[in-house]
């Protein structure tokens, strides 16, 4: 119970120090340099030999993942630093400000997707599965403290879950 008598669990700051942050933490590292190894390597050559509009698409498409895992890079950095003690919380506060977790999305219907090589295609689709777990987890984590919803010690149990549940999925 905190001093202001209220009653809620966080769920998301004991998974931001678990294991599942730490595989989380592994994969979205994982992917960056899969990724880099890829764009440095078969992408490169892949992308001498597509058709115009493909090639454009590539360029662009290139560009929006390396940005989307540099950004999703940043915040399980910065997740990391507080969980080693190396940051405060306050400071992660200021530093994530700069880091974007939305946007960057895929037009799959753009003229030349179907023709970008397979396996740049699966790093694209990785990496926005990636960073809506990472955003979700962001969310639940540091939504503003207005949004949260406190239990008085007195309303029922059933009622300060479901009060918890709602504005973890933003159904106030």
Do not use: C, I
Request: hydrophobic residues 40%.
């Amino acid at each position: 119970m905190s001093e202001r008598g209220l009653n809620t669990v966080s769920f998301a700051g004991h998974v931001a120090t678990s294991s599942q942050f730490k595989n989380l933490y592994a994969e979205g590292m994982g992917l960056v340099e899969e990724t880099a190894s890829y764009l440095d390597g078969p992408g490169r050559q892949a992308a001498k030999v597509l058709p115009r509009m493909a090639s454009v698409l590539y360029a662009a498409e290139s560009m929006r993942l390396t940005t989307r895992l540099m950004q999703m890079a940043s915040w399980l950095l910065l997740q990391r630093a507080v969980n080693n003690g190396e940051m405060t919380r306050d400071q992660v506060l200021s530093e994530k400000s700069k880091v974007r977790l939305d946007g960057f999305n895929v037009d799959r219907a753009a003229p030349g997707w179907n023709e970008l090589p397979e396996s740049f295609r699966d790093l694209v689709e990785r990496s926005l599965r990636l960073q809506n777990r990472v955003a979700l987890l962001d969310r639940e984590m540091y939504r503003p403290q207005e949004a949260q919803s406190f239990v008085p010690d007195n309303q029922n149990s059933v009622q300060a879950q479901l009060s918890l549940l709602q504005t973890a999925f933003g159904n106030n």
